[in-house]
C-alpha cells in the first residue's frame, strides 16, 4: 500500500523559509513524477511544483519561481520542497502528490497518491 508521509510545515514569519518533506513507501518511488500542491479552505488545490522521476523536467508555478525549490533523494524515497522570502499569500495546506508517470503534471488529477497534508502559515 503507497504511504506519503509530509513534514515540515509551521508557523513562520513573513520571508522566512520553510523545508517541507514527503517520505513515500509502497511502490517504486523513483520510477515516478512527484509533486507539491496546497489548498486553502473554499478553494481547488492549487499545483506548486512537480519534479520528474530523474529530475531532469522541474515545474513551479508562477508565483513561487525564485522562491521555491522542489528536489528529490531517490535513494531515500523522499521528495522536498523548501521554501524561501515566504508570504501570508503561502499560507496553505500543503500536499505532496506521487504521479502516475515519469513526467510531472499540473494537474491533481494527473496524480494517484496523495498525503494527509502539512500546514504551512506565514504572519505578517
Known amino acids: 500500500q503507497v504511504h506519503l508521509a509530509e513534514a515540515g510545515g509551521g508557523l513562520v514569519q513573513a520571508g522566512g523559509s520553510l523545508r517541507l518533506s514527503c517520505a513515500a513507501s509502497?511502490?517504486?518511488?523513483?520510477?515516478?513524477?512527484m509533486g507539491w500542491f496546497r489548498q486553502i479552505p473554499g478553494k481547488e488545490r492549487e499545483f506548486v511544483a512537480g519534479?520528474?522521476?530523474?529530475?531532469?523536467?522541474?515545474y513551479y508555478v508562477d508565483s513561487v519561481k525564485g522562491r521555491f525549490t522542489i528536489s528529490r533523494d531517490n535513494a531515500k524515497n523522499t521528495v522536498y520542497l523548501q521554501m524561501n522570502s515566504l508570504n501570508p499569500e503561502d499560507t496553505a495546506v500543503y500536499y505532496c502528490?506521487?504521479?502516475?508517470?515519469?513526467?510531472?503534471?499540473?494537474?491533481?488529477?494527473?496524480?494517484?497518491?496523495w498525503g494527509q497534508g502539512t500546514q504551512v502559515t506565514v504572519s505578517s
Open positions: 519534479i520528474s522521476w530523474s529530475s531532469d523536467i522541474i
Open positions: 502528490a506521487g504521479g502516475a508517470g515519469t513526467r510531472p503534471g499540473t494537474l491533481a488529477n494527473e496524480y494517484n497518491y
Open positions: 509502497g511502490w517504486i518511488f523513483s520510477r515516478f513524477a
